[in-house]
């Protein structure tokens, strides 16, 4: 039996709907009536065709995608995007513009100069990224801009995107599908699916054609996105569970009134818990107000000698994965879209108790 009561905030894996779960446990042991599970099933087989189908078009439903945009699930996390978009996109001898909000993006930058020539026209290193960096040019001869919408170890967020002629790559492995968004104005957007919209093992990634096709190198046939297109994601065997995960994860989130109901939800918990954090005087915020993400909330205790306190006291009320990653230490709490309001009122009211406690 799964404990109900558990509040997740972990930043993924991390807490799936309840319903997808079931679904998912019973499709373990017999999908949809076949006497097969969905580990047995071929992945060319129509059952699972369907689901590829089904997730693929779901996704382009949500984001409203236009025509010219192919949407695929490929294996090898957002990492592998960190290589795989520039030795598509990016003939040697052309530059990416690059803007540099922290360890993703320096992970995206380190990878694209293997291709081509990096332009960092903007970073925001020397306030440990803390903030979005807002001042800068693009290029226009820049064959495309490279950006990190939700910065995951840091808790800052793109509350608006650069208006450019350049086009505009972004991974958004922590905020796809979290929020209402002209989709459109991007040119090819990524995303390991383990946060917002599935388990880990699969990660989508959507481009406009007209990308693609550009470039002089010879790409290997299992990294080039033309292949994958062509073959409907099913180059090879692909991620079957974790895609059948995110399908079903899809599924809920449209019912959930899609990307305009979540949306109020995940405005909702947010407010909730940064108001807490900027109420509470034990609490600090760590990042510029007007950059905060929807999606991970970072904080910081004046007193740090309480954070182990903090931390095991939120335990004892089922309240798991609020610390804050190495590099910036604090609290974090993730705030994905399948973590119920629920969890944010009882993680607000450990933070008023613990602080009554010892203020
Ligand atoms: N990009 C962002 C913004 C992330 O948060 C992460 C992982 O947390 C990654 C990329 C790397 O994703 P993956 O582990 O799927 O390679």
Redo the contacts with the bound molecule.
């Keep these: 039996d799964r404990k109900m009561k558990v509040h997740n905030f972990n930043?993924?894996p991390s807490v799936l709907p309840n319903e997808v779960l079931y679904k998912a446990s019973k499709a373990l042991i017999d999908f949809d009536g076949t006497g097969m599970s969905i580990l047995e099933i071929g992945h060319r087989t129509p059952y699972f065709m369907a689901v590829m189908d089904e997730a693929r078009s779901l996704a382009r439903e949500l984001m409203q995608l236009d025509d010219d945009f192919e949407v695929m699930f490929l294996h090898?996390?957002?990492?592998?995007?960190?290589m795989q978009v520039p030795m598509n996109l990016l003939d040697s001898g052309e530059t990416a513009a690059i803007i540099d909000t922290?360890?993703?993006?320096s992970?995206?930058i380190k990878e694209t100069k293997n291709f081509g020539f990096v332009d960092v026209i903007a970073s925001s290193k020397d306030a440990n990224y803390t903030y979005i960096p807002k001042n800068y040019t693009i290029p226009p001869q820049a064959k495309y801009l490279h950006l990190?919408?939700?910065?995951?170890?840091y808790g800052t967020q793109y509350h608006s995107f650069p208006q450019t002629d350049v086009p505009v790559v972004v991974?958004?492995?922590?905020?796809i599908l979290s929020r209402q968004l002209d989709y459109n104005q991007f040119s090819l957007i990524y995303?390991?699916?383990?946060?917002n919209m599935g388990a880990?093992g699969a990660?989508m990634v959507a481009v406009r054609k007209s990308m693609l096709g550009k470039v002089s190198r010879k790409i290997p046939t299992i990294l080039d996105y033309n292949q994958h297109i062509e073959n409907g994601s099913m180059l090879n065997t692909p991620p079957v569970f974790a895609i059948y995960i995110s399908m079903l994860t899809l599924r809920w989130l449209k019912g959930q009134g899609g990307l305009a109901g979540i949306e109020k939800l995940n405005e909702k918990k947010a407010a909730l818990l940064y108001d807490e954090i900027d109420h509470n005087p034990l609490f600090r915020g760590t990042v510029a107000k007007e950059d905060r993400s929807l999606m991970n909330v970072c904080f910081i205790m004046d007193k740090p000698e309480l954070e182990e306190e903090f931390v095991k006291f939120c335990k004892k009320e089922d309240i798991v994965g609020i610390k804050g990653h190495r590099l910036s230490g604090g609290f974090r709490a993730s705030l994905y879209n399948a973590l119920p309001m629920e969890s944010v009122e009882v993680m607000v009211e450990a933070m008023k108790y613990f602080s009554l406690k010892k203020v």
């Excluded at 990190?148 to 170890?153: E, H, R, W």
């Design positions: 930043a993924g090898g996390g957002a990492s592998t995007q960190f922290g360890v993703w993006s992970k995206a990190t919408s939700n910065n995951t170890i991974d958004m492995s922590s905020d995303a390991g699916v383990q946060k880990a990660t």
